[in-house]
């Protein structure tokens, strides 16, 4: 299956392609057969359609939604990270040891001592709906320090990428990304939503390990 996030950084690709839009589109409708995932905003569903019909749909609401995304993360109320990460008990290098399944629990757990607030608070106040939910928490969990991402100029655009991801993969059995940073993140995530989506890697997909 692809998703509408899967033809976006496909066709933002540079360098791995010399293959134009339409070449590459075609491609991607031969490999998938019409198997296309568009998720809203708000809730996730799944389509079967012409890849192109996908394409043609999301393509500037996907755009703008991202930039919009991009925006939004530098207005975010400001959060006490040092004492979040004091609260868990933690140092920054040790955040890591938490099991995906309990870290969003700890978090939240460390919100109320700090901030007054859990998690669910803090979705609200940032206005997160659905996929925003995801962008959210995906967010907080690098803010923290939680198998974070190398920060560059394209780091955050990735991250909402992941995120987005994870949450069009909430509607299949597996998802499979060789992103060590991205499994965890996605795993929290899941186990936060009671999502029943598998998380693995690539050898342990093909070595039938699910």
């Not at 299956?1 to 540079?14: K, M, N, P, V, W």
């Not at 930039?67 to 890591?96: A, G, M, P, W, Y």
């Not at 099991?99 to 608070?121: M, Q, R």
């Amino acid at each position: 299956y692809f998703s509408y996030s899967h033809l976006d950084e496909i066709l933002e690709g540079r360098g791995i392609s010399k293959l134009d839009v339409q070449s590459r589109l075609n491609l991607i409708d031969r490999l998938v057969n019409n198997n296309c995932i568009l998720a809203g905003i708000n809730f996730p569903q799944f389509i079967c359609k012409n890849v192109f019909n996908v394409y043609n749909e999301t393509q500037m609401p996907i755009q703008e939604y991202f930039r919009s995304c991009l925006n939004l993360l530098s207005k975010q109320f400001s959060i006490n990270r040092d004492e979040l990460v004091k609260h868990l008990t933690l140092e920054k290098k040790t955040i890591n040891n938490i099991p995906p399944e309990n870290i969003l629990s700890s978090i939240s757990d460390a919100f109320t001592e700090v901030e007054g607030y859990d998690i669910d608070t803090y979705l609200y106040r940032c206005e997160a709906n659905g996929r925003g939910k995801y962008h959210s928490l995906f967010n907080l969990l690098d803010f923290v320090c939680y198998h974070s991402d190398k920060q560059t100029e394209h780091s955050d655009l990735a991250r909402l990428h992941d995120a987005s991801h994870a949450y069009c993969a909430q509607l299949c059995d597996v998802l499979v990304t060789q992103d060590k940073k991205m499994r965890y993140k996605a795993k929290a995530v899941f186990s936060f939503f009671g999502v029943s989506t598998i998380v693995l890697d690539v050898n342990s997909y093909l070595n039938g390990k699910w």
